[in-house]
Structures are given as structure tokens and as C-alpha cells.
């Protein structure tokens, strides 16, 4: 089989497909023949050799949200069978014809839903959705502004904030076209968070009073701005950091009864397994009802990595990009 490694950090050129024997699933896993590979920018910081996660070992097999179909079943495995439609998040060795995964991770996909779009529900609609209801507490009414809203978990959490009622979803994003694309999506107020006056706007459409809650994953002076425009009582989650550089926070910037809150998916799918269950039902809900979307930017062949890469690097996407492994380069 194919599977996409790198032996040293720097540019996407450094991804190279080799063929490699297809692996066997251990007690508790399963064996998947891979459709399609949702590539986060998580493992294009990994590439770049930033720690994301804690680690960036070489060599590096990237990982992603992989949805296939199981084709062996490893010992002890009862909760699926061969054959099945499936999608979860695999830690490394992603990109490949065939991939190994935990049983106790998948996430059973309806008849017919396409797998470019089923690879936004491990990693970014179920970030998005917990970030929102989880960490953020969202309450019907309320303001939210999400930062970098049309990337892969951004454009998601604009229609679900939609879905659970927000009064006004504001969105931040870098271009016209990405912030032309969030509108499309039922976003109220779209800023350019290039502008140097991006926090005024923000404070101009909440009538001074900032957002109810603010997910901010991009780091930096965007940040640090966006604690100044959470509303007093307001709530920011922090979930990630795609600039790479990470501001501190002072203590009194936070007097006006304010609150961070960090989120991570794997103490949600560690610690909360009722509360992910529950929010894969309201998903499904949601995506079958039409309220949510997943927007596919580019499908790529397997050998297209390097090309995925530039994209997410670029910040070129507007929802996500994937790879299809059974797609002709």
C-alpha cells in the first residue's frame, strides 16, 4: 500500500509517498480501507516541526480524520463489523491506502453520506460543537465571535452557532472571498481581522459591549485582542494556536469578569463519553436537516499531500481539504 512520510522538518515538498506493507489491526482494532483523509493544520505545524500536541518526532506520518470502509476486525473488536462505513481520528500514519484505528473511536457513518464531507465530524464539527456548548456554555440569544472562520472547524462553528440559536454570529477572516464565503454560511457580521481597527468593529456591532463568547484560535496579537472584546460575563475559548506564537494573558485584563476557558477534544473523548454521544446524535440532526454543511475546498490525490499542505500553509481554503486515495494525481 501508499502512505505519505517525511524524514525532516521544513516545506511540503518534504512529504514523499512510499509503499509500505499493509498493516494488521491489534486487540481492539480495526483495519481500514481508506476513501477519503481530512488534513488538519495541526500536522502541517507537526511538518514544520512545531510541537503541536507535544510532539513533532521524525519520521513524520501525518495524521487526520480518515473515513473508509473496515476490512478486518482486530481481536476482541464486536461493535463493528466488515464492511461498515466508518470515520474517526487517526494520530499518525493518516495518509495511507489502508490505516489502523482504535474500535472504540469510530463513529458509524448513515447509508450514502459522502467521505470527503464525513471527515469533518471526528476532529473539526465535534471541536466546533463542544467548543461552543461545552467549554463556551452557548445560550440561545447570545453573541458569538468566532476567529478564522473559514477554515476547517471556523466554518463549521458559524452554522452550528446558527443551529443552537445564537442571536448574532460575528466572523473574523483574512480575505474578501473567505469573508464573503462565511456570509454565505449565516454569518451576521463578517470582519477583516487584517484591519488594524478589527477590534473596534467588533465593539461597533455588539454596541460596545463586546461578544457573550469568543473562539480564538489563532494566537498572537489576534488573541490578545479578542479577550479585550469579550463582553463582561463573556466567555473565550481558547483551542489552538495557528500562528504559533502565543501571547500571555494578563490577569487584569480578565477583572471585568471575564473567562478563558481551554478546550481540548481529547478530554472531552477521554473524560465526557455521554456528552460525545450526544453530540454526534445533535450533529447527524444537524447536518441531515440541511442547518450544517461541511464544505469541501479541494479533494487531492494521495500524492497531492505536498499540494494539500501549500493550501492549509497558505491559508488558501475555505472549509477543508482532503485527500482521496483512490483519486488519479
Known amino acids: 500500500m501508499r502512505i505519505v512520510r517525511h524524514y525532516e522538518h521544513g516545506a511540503p515538498s518534504v512529504l514523499r509517498v512510499e509503499e509500505a506493507e499493509t498493516p494488521r489491526p491489534g486487540p481492539g482494532q480495526v483495519l481500514i ?9 495541526a500536522e502541517v505545524q507537526r511538518r514544520q516541526g512545531i510541537p503541536i500536541g507535544g510532539h513533532a518526532e521524525l519520521p513524520g506520518a501525518p495524521g487526520g480524520d480518515v473515513a473508509g470502509t473496515v476490512v478486518e476486525l482486530g ?15 487517526v494520530d499518525r500514519d493518516a495518509y495511507a491506502d489502508h490505516v489502523v484505528a482504535d474500535a472504540a473511536w469510530l463513529i458509524t457513518l448513515p447509508e450514502g453520506m459522502d467521505a470527503a464531507e464525513a471527515t469533518a465530524l471526528p476532529s ?6 463542544h467548543a461552543l456548548k461545552e467549554a463556551g456554555r452557548l445560550e440561545p440569544g447570545q453573541t458569538v465571535l468566532i476567529d478564522a472562520a473559514s477554515g476547517g472547524v471556523g466554518h463549521l462553528a458559524v452554522q452550528i452557532a446558527k443551529a443552537m440559536g445564537a442571536g448574532k454570529v460575528i466572523a473574523t477572516a483574512s480575505t474578501a472571498a473567505k469573508l464573503d464565503f462565511v456570509r454565505g454560511l449565516g454569518a451576521d457580521v463578517t470582519i477583516n481581522y487584517t484591519d488594524e481597527d478589527w ?3 467588533v465593539l461597533a456591532a455588539t454596541d460596545g459591549r463586546g461578544a457573550d463568547l469568543v473562539l480564538e484560535t489563532v494566537g498572537g496579537d489576534i488573541l490578545t485582542k479578542s ?40 478530554a472531552m473523548l477521554y473524560n465526557k463519553p455521554e456528552a460525545i454521544a450526544s453530540g454526534l446524535r445533535e450533529l447527524f440532526e444537524m447536518i441531515g436537516s440541511g ?3 461541511p ?32 483519486t488519479a494525481s
Open 75 to 89: 481481536e476482541g473488536v464486536t461493535s463493528v463489523q466488515v464492511g461498515d462505513r466508518v470515520v474517526t481520528d
Open 33 to 41: 480501507r481508506a476513501e477519503a483523509i481530512g488534513v488538519t493544520f
Open 227 to 266: 479577550v479585550q472584546v469579550t463582553a463582561q460575563f463573556g466567555t473565550l475559548v481558547f483551542y489552538g494556536s495557528a500562528s504559533g506564537d502565543l501571547e500571555p494573558i494578563h490577569p487584569l485584563a480578565l477583572a471585568r469578569m471575564k473567562n478563558v476557558a481551554g478546550f481540548s477534544l481529547y
Open 291 to 293: 442547518q450544517v454543511r
Open 124 to 129: 473539526p464539527a465535534q471541536t466546533a460543537y
Open 199 to 201: 477590534a473596534e468593529q
Open 295 to 326: 464544505i469541501i475546498h479541494e479533494r487531492l490525490a494521495l500524492e497531492e499531500a505536498g499540494k494539500a499542505h501549500e493550501l492549509m500553509e497558505a491559508r488558501a481554503q475555505l472549509g477543508k481539504v482532503v485527500l482521496m486515495p483512490n
